[in-house]
């Protein structure tokens, strides 16, 4: 298993093909049942035509599909609530069922259609493809660079995997699947629906698309849900850094779950599972395991395990084991999408929503820099990516997210969130001024809403997507209460979590959650 902890990470296991959903005619979507992958009860499908390039609309088109759960109070129903799970890649066709199978209110259900959708490029819309083969199939976060050394190796790595994605069969689709295009097939989706406006869940990855639509439309935008967000740049070079400081606002709930526990002999204090972690680093750099896993590969699991409190069982288990050179078992992960599709389509969006600088010396030097600022994962946050090296360039310029337009954005934040750091929240917080309000919760981990316990901060979610109502200034949730993980037995609730809520695919493939 010299690879395998690290492509379950990102989840390697195929879908089922499965038919097509319903063509759209002009006009109303054409509903009609969905995907095999996706059929759940109650759940629609349709698939409406949207241009490959909005600057050409009578050009080129493409697929997007759509689901919908419908509201069963009409009485009641307001309108749309729009859902998209992150990623970006993240298929979301299915997620207006899982929400509800994971706890959605009642009182959401009734006031809205949930409607899902696959993001162009991905799954049951127009998918687009790099051809990957099975030893690529890792995440796109970057492993941790040792040195100046490993920069250098693995930008030629990268930039192998940007010249197959410019000479795939879908290459022609590079600069316009991107985050603006995707607003703008949102907007779409709404005018097919016949609605005037549009209300909107987004999570991860999915609050800097929601960002941008009703950056881009804020008169059809009615309530913009925002949970565990990027900052007001997206997952641009200076975002992606900041998987390095979301790694260190997270590690002390490990360690303190690491150190009551003294079956996992971590540590007795957190101080000292802090000290283990960079032991087990060295150890594994100098000699890796006898499956394979070196200290890069530790550093990256770690990461991946730090998004749901569920997985902390296992990473305390798993590091156990390296630390006593047993054998460790693969991460709790079932099936997913199809992972080709997935780290595809991130890069077709990332590399082609902004330039990244494509100097190798402008990456080791933010490597060396991050080793020092945030020595558990910044040399991985700041190394290379693909879009140092991609074919395309971006077609017009990122949007620019500001405080024009209603206000009607909620925003929702854990205090020690790995993948998007309460760093990055405070800046798009910042840059939507009064449009916005932000509820932070004292909890750990990527989500929020549904995610979490807190109740404080679903209260708040769920009456702003019921009623309309926000907290009056932006508001603290106490921390509170919580089940603890429970040691050995609860390696299967991390699947349980995801399989039902269909939790945000991290941005970049890099946890469990899939």
Same mark, same amino acid.
């Given at each position: 298993m ?8 990102? =989840?390697?296991?195929?879908v ?36 490959l390039?909005?600057?050409?609309? =009578? ?22 609530l ?14 207006? /069922?899982a ?42 976060v ?5 040195n100046?050394?490993?920069?250098v ?22 600069p316009?699947?991107?985050?603006a ?21 987004g ?8 960002a ?24 641009d ?24 526990h ?6 007795a ?24 896993? +070196? ?13 749901? +409190? /569920? ?9 156990? /084991?390296?630390?006593?050179?047993q ?9 997913g999408p ?30 060396a820099?991050?080793?020092?600022r945030h ?41 020690r ?11 798009l ?50 921390a ?12 299967d609730?991390?699947?349980?979590q ?10 970049v493939?890099s946890?469990?959650?899939?």
């Amino acid at each position: 298993m010299r690879n395998s902890l690290l492509v379950a990470v990102v =989840a390697a296991v195929l879908v089922t093909v499965a038919p097509g959903v319903a063509q759209a005619a002009p006009g109303a979507p054409k509903w009609g049942a969905c995907p095999a992958d996706v059929t759940a009860p109650g759940l629609e499908c349709a698939a409406l035509d949207v241009p490959l390039d909005y600057r050409k609309p =009578a050009g080129r088109q493409i697929q997007v599909a759509i689901s919908r759960l419908k509201s069963t109070n009409p009485a009641q129903r307001r309108g749309v609530l729009l859902t998209n799970p992150g990623g970006p890649g993240g298929p979301g066709l299915d997620l207006p /069922a899982a929400l509800a199978a994971g706890g959605l209110p009642r009182g959401v259900l009734d006031t809205y259609d949930v409607i899902g959708f696959d993001p162009r490029g991905v799954g049951h819309s127009t998918p687009v493809t790099c051809d990957l083969a099975p030893a690529q199939l890792r995440s796109n976060v970057p492993l941790y660079a040792r040195n100046a050394a490993d920069v250098v190796a693995d930008a030629e790595y990268v930039e192998g995997i940007a010249r197959q994605c410019g000479a795939s069969s879908t290459a022609s689709m590079l600069p316009y699947v991107t985050t603006a295009n995707t607003a703008r097939d949102m907007d779409r989706i709404r005018a097919a629906l016949g609605e005037p406006k549009l209300s909107y869940y987004g999570i991860s990855y999915g609050t800097y698309l929601g960002a941008v639509y009703t950056t881009l439309f804020p008169q059809r935008s009615d309530r913009i849900m925002l949970d565990s967000n990027l900052g007001p740049g997206g997952l641009d070079v200076t975002g992606s850094r900041l998987f390095a400081q979301g790694f260190e606002d997270r590690f002390p709930d490990f360690a303190a779950f690491a150190a009551a526990h003294p079956e996992y002999s971590l540590g007795a204090t957190p101080a000292q599972v802090r000290a283990k972690y960079f032991d087990l680093a060295a150890r594994l750099d100098a000699k890796p395991s006898p499956e394979g896993i +070196d200290g890069r590969q530790f550093r990256h699991l770690t990461f991946g395990m730090f998004y749901y +409190d /569920a997985a902390l069982p296992y990473l305390a288990s798993a590091w156990h /084991a390296l630390d006593t050179g047993q054998p460790v078992s693969p991460p709790p992960v079932g099936a997913g999408p199809n992972p080709g599709n997935v780290l595809s389509s991130q890069l077709y969006v990332l590399c082609g929503d902004s330039d990244w600088p494509e100097p190798v010396r402008a990456y080791q030097r933010n490597v060396a820099v991050d080793r020092l600022r945030h020595p558990m994962f910044g040399a991985a946050a700041a190394n290379v990516w693909a879009c140092a090296f991609w074919p395309s360039d971006p077609v017009e310029p990122p949007v620019r997210i500001g405080d024009r337009g209603p206000s009607d954005v909620l925003m929702l934040e854990n205090l020690r969130d790995p993948a998007t750091p309460l760093a990055g929240a405070r800046r798009l917080r910042q840059a939507f001024g009064d449009r916005a309000r932000m509820v932070t919760a004292d909890q750990g981990g990527h989500g929020t809403y549904l995610f979490g316990t807190n109740q404080c901060a679903n209260d708040a979610a769920t009456a702003f997507l019921v009623s309309g109502v926000r907290p009056a200034h932006d508001t603290a949730c106490a921390a509170e209460p919580a089940t603890a993980p429970t040691p050995g037995g609860g390696a299967d609730e991390p699947l349980r979590q995801l399989k039902s809520l269909r939790a945000a695919l991290p941005h970049v493939g890099s946890s469990l959650a899939r």
